[in-house]
Structures are given as structure tokens and as C-alpha cells.
């Protein structure tokens, strides 16, 4: 079965400052995908970053940055010099063949509710 | 850049009703998905549907729903008599052989 832990349920910074969301996956593919996604106050789901299980190589967006160690199945997301925009409840999700099959669901962890202050 | 296309975007609906949430995938898209996220909840995955059938689906997805893609270009999600625990927003989503999920801005169901 797959597993995602988000450990931190809220967080809270003030604006400028630099924060990272944990995310623990747990899974038996040998073959999978990490997303991350944020959700503002209006509901939807917006896609950030997708990466492979083969590429180990961090990520860097402008100010987000992303880091995927297999070795300890974490892939932690930073955002640096946080923005209150950036406020939001942010989602880790893994998506792995399962049984084998093309199927693909995503297996998303609780969220971590990030809240940027002024 | 493509969309997935759900309508509509709220609905409001009595215990017993049934109900049709609609979606739109990305046209060359082959697997369709739908999830479901209580409020304040993770969201949480009910159906996959590809070849016109479904490939897979959750503990959550029982009698009471259905999929359907009727002409080629609508995905639907049917739920024959609402609870009021079915009160969610459901997502749709869509993928391609080779491309990431897309998901859809979602519906808010209530159900009163």
C-alpha cells in the first residue's frame, strides 16, 4: 500500500522568511511519481512540480525548491523568502502502478496549511 | 494550455437526490480520474476510468456511484442518492500516456 506523511499540519511565518514542508512517502513501486500541489482558499488544486522516481536531481523554481532523497523516501519543498500570495494548504501526493497496472492513482498526504504573515 | 473542464462549479442538492457532476478532460487524454475531498480533509482517490471501463476503484466508490463517458468527451460522475456525507469537493482529472495528471478546479456539493 502507498503512504504519504505530511507530519506538519499548520505552519506559520512571517513574510521573508524562508520555510520548508516535509513530505514521507512510503510505497513498494519500483517505478513512482511525486507531485506537489497548492491549495488556495478558493478550492482548487494547482500543480507545482512532478518528478520521476529515477531523477534524484533537486529543483529549483524561483523561489520554490524542491528536494527528493530516496534514501529516506522524503521529497521536501522550500519556499524561500516566503510571500503572504503563498499562503495556501499544500499537498504531497505519490503516484505509483500499484499492482502493476496502468492505473496510476495518486495517494495524497493530509496537507500542510501554510500561513504567511505581513 | 489545456484545461479539464468541470461543471458545475457548485451544486446544492436534498439527501436522496441523485446527482451528475460533469467533466470535461483534455482531449487527447486517455486515463480519467475522479477524487473526492471532504472539507478540511486530504483529498481522496474514488475511480479510474480507461478504455471505456473501470480500471480501478476505492472502498468510497460503492453502489451508489457511477462513471460514465457517454459521448467521447464528457466524464461523469453519478451519485444515485445523495447522504449528507457525500457533501465534498470532487475533483476530476485527466492524464496522457506520457504527460502528469490535470486536474479540474473541482464541485463543491452540498448536500441538505
Known amino acids: 500500500a502507498q503512504k504519504v506523511t505530511q507530519a506538519q499540519t499548520e505552519i506559520s511565518v512571517v513574510e521573508k522568511e524562508d520555510v520548508t514542508l516535509d513530505c514521507v512517502y512510503e510505497?513498494?513501486?519500483?517505478?513512482?511519481?511525486l507531485f506537489w500541489y497548492k491549495q488556495p482558499p478558493s478550492g482548487e488544486l494547482v500543480f507545482l512540480i512532478r518528478r520521476n522516481s529515477f531523477d534524484e536531481q533537486n529543483e529549483i523554481s524561483g523561489r520554490y525548491s524542491w528536494n527528493f532523497q530516496k534514501s529516506t523516501s522524503s521529497f521536501n519543498f522550500t519556499i524561500t523568502a516566503s510571500q503572504v500570495v503563498d499562503s495556501a494548504v499544500y499537498f504531497c501526493?505519490?503516484?505509483?502502478?500499484?499492482?502493476?497496472?496502468?492505473?496510476?492513482?495518486?495517494?495524497f498526504g493530509k496537507g500542510t496549511l501554510l500561513t504567511v504573515n505581513p | 494550455e489545456p484545461e479539464v473542464t468541470q461543471t458545475p462549479s457548485h451544486q446544492v442538492t436534498q439527501m436522496g437526490q441523485e446527482v451528475i457532476l460533469r467533466c470535461v478532460p483534455i482531449?487527447?487524454?486517455?486515463?480519467f480520474y475522479w477524487y473526492r475531498q471532504i472539507l478540511g480533509q486530504k483529498v481522496e482517490f474514488l475511480v479510474s476510468f480507461y478504455n471505456n471501463e473501470i480500471s480501478e476503484k476505492s472502498e468510497i466508490f460503492d453502489d451508489q456511484f457511477s462513471v460514465e463517458r457517454p459521448d467521447g468527451s464528457n466524464f461523469t460522475l453519478k451519485i444515485r442518492s445523495t447522504k449528507l456525507e457525500d457533501s465534498a469537493m470532487y475533483f476530476c482529472a485527466s492524464r496522457g500516456d506520457l504527460t502528469g495528471y490535470t486536474f479540474g478546479s473541482g464541485t463543491r456539493l452540498t448536500v441538505v
Open positions: 482531449s487527447n487524454h486517455l486515463y
Open positions: 510505497t513498494r513501486d519500483t517505478t513512482y511519481y
Open positions: 501526493a505519490l503516484g505509483g502502478h500499484g499492482s502493476g497496472g496502468s492505473n496510476y492513482k495518486l495517494t
